[in-house]
Nanobody
Framework: QVRFVESGGGSTLPGGSLTISCAAS????????MGWYRQAAGKERELVAT???????KYADSVKGRFTISRDAAKHLVHLQMSNLKPDDTALYYC?????????????WGQGTQVTVSS
């Protein structure tokens, strides 16, 4: 029902920067949340950052001050600017879309884009 195009993943040295982007398409309600979750090897998937349609953002404590999420709501396009990257940021990053319809939750996931931080 919802498709994602994720881009910008790759590898960098500690302290480096990367920006990953996600474009969602399909039947998407006007009011929704988009963002990024990540899953490192051997760990559970965790929230990185989200942004809703009025610009309210949420960040994991571990990325506050280093990552910035932004959105073009008209295009359902979200960007995550990541700076001062650390090895612990290494993970598969998944684009996420969440909304409610008739009080029922709907969650969709992208295929994931790899971010690797190593020396």
């Amino acid at each position: 029902q919802v498709r994602f195009v994720e881009s910008g993943g790759g590898s960098t040295l500690p302290g480096g920067s990367l920006t990953i982007s996600c474009a969602a398409s399909g039947v998407i309600p006007t009011i929704n949340n988009m963002g990024w979750y990540r899953q490192a090897a051997g760990k559970e998937r965790e929230l990185v950052a989200t942004i809703n349609t009025i610009g309210t953002t949420k960040y994991a404590d571990s990325v506050k001050g280093r990552f910035t999420i932004s959105r073009d709501a008209a295009k359902h396009l979200v960007h995550l600017q990541m700076s001062n990257l650390k090895p612990d940021d290494t993970a598969l990053y998944y684009c996420n879309l969440y909304y409610e319809h008739d009080f029922r939750p709907y969650t969709y996931w992208g295929q994931g884009t790899q971010v690797t931080v190593s020396s």
